[in-house]
C-alpha cells in the first residue's frame, strides 16, 4: 500500500488569503489527483496532477483558483487560492495503488475551514 | 457529468441488525468499487467489482454488481459498531479516475 502525508492537517483561514496543501507518497506515483469533500457531502475531483506537464482539471475547477504544483513523481502541492468560506474542506489527496486494480489510497486530508 | 447515487442517504440500526446502502448509475459501468470512512477519517478501499453479476464477501460484508452492471449493493451481516462511517461507491470514470456516490452513512446503536 502507499503511505501518503497531507500537510497542514487542518487550518483556519482568512477570506482573501491562499493556502498550500502537501502531498507526499512514499513512493513513485505518476498520477496524483486531488479531492474536495465538502462537510457532509462526497467526494469531488478536482484535478489530476501529472509529473511534468500541467494539471488536468474537472468541470468547474480552473487553474487559476486551484493551482497544482507536481515537481516529482513523489510530490503534489494545491493551492487554495483566494478563499471565501465555501471553500471549506477537507481536501484530499489521492493515488493509484501499485497493483493497477484501480484501487485508490488516501492522505488523510486537509481541513480547511475558511472565515 | 456521471451521476451516481445512493441510497439510503442515513441509516440507523442496532448492533446486530443488517444493513444494505444500494448504488445506482445512469449509464452501464465498467467497474465498480466500495471505499468505507469512518468519522473523521480518510475512504478507505474495501473492494472492486468488475463482472456482471458478481457477488464478493469480506468476512460480513457482501458486495453485489448488478446484472446490467448499473448498480451495486453492499450488505453488512450483523452490524457492529465497527461498521459505523459512511460508504461510498465508486465508478470508473477514465484511467485511475473514479466518480464517488453520494455515500450512505452508517451509525450503529449498541
Known amino acids: 500500500s502507499a503511505v501518503i502525508s497531507q500537510k497542514p492537517s487542518r487550518d483556519i483561514c482568512q477570506r482573501g488569503t491562499s493556502l498550500t496543501i502537501q502531498c507526499q507518497v512514499d513512493?513513485?506515483?505518476?498520477?496524483m489527483f486531488w479531492y474536495r469533500q465538502q462537510p457532509g457531502q462526497s467526494l469531488t475531483l478536482i484535478a489530476t496532477?501529472?509529473?511534468?506537464?500541467?494539471?488536468?482539471?474537472e468541470s468547474g475547477f480552473v487553474i487559476d483558483k486551484f493551482p497544482i504544483s507536481r515537481p516529482n513523481l513523489t510530490f503534489s502541492t494545491l493551492t487554495v487560492s483566494n478563499m471565501s468560506p465555501e471553500d471549506s474542506s477537507i481536501y484530499l489527496c489521492?493515488?493509484?495503488?501499485?497493483?493497477?486494480?484501480?484501487?485508490?489510497?488516501f492522505g488523510e486530508g486537509s481541513r480547511l475551514t475558511v472565515l | 457529468g456521471q451521476q451516481v447515487m445512493q441510497i439510503p442517504q442515513y441509516q440507523h440500526v442496532q448492533e446486530g441488525e443488517d444493513f444494505t446502502t444500494y448504488c445506482n448509475s445512469s449509464?452501464?459501468?465498467?467497474?465498480i468499487q466500495w471505499y468505507k470512512q469512518r468519522p473523521g477519517g480518510h475512504p478507505v478501499f474495501l473492494i472492486q467489482?468488475?463482472?456482471?453479476?458478481e457477488v464478493k464477501k469480506q468476512k460480513r460484508l457482501t458486495f453485489q454488481f448488478g446484472e446490467a452492471k448499473k448498480n451495486s449493493s453492499l450488505h453488512i451481516t450483523a452490524t457492529q459498531t465497527t461498521d459505523v462511517g459512511t460508504y461510498f461507491c465508486?465508478?470508473?470514470?477514465?484511467?485511475?479516475?473514479?466518480?464517488f456516490g453520494t455515500g450512505t452513512s452508517l451509525t450503529v446503536i449498541p
Open positions: 513512493s513513485q506515483v505518476t498520477m
Open positions: 496532477a501529472n509529473q511534468g506537464s500541467e494539471a488536468t482539471y
Open positions: 465508486a465508478a470508473r470514470k477514465n484511467g485511475n479516475q473514479f466518480y
Open positions: 489521492s493515488v493509484p495503488g501499485p497493483t493497477n486494480t484501480g484501487e485508490l489510497f
Open positions: 449509464t452501464t459501468l465498467s467497474n
Open positions: 467489482l468488475v463482472k456482471s453479476g
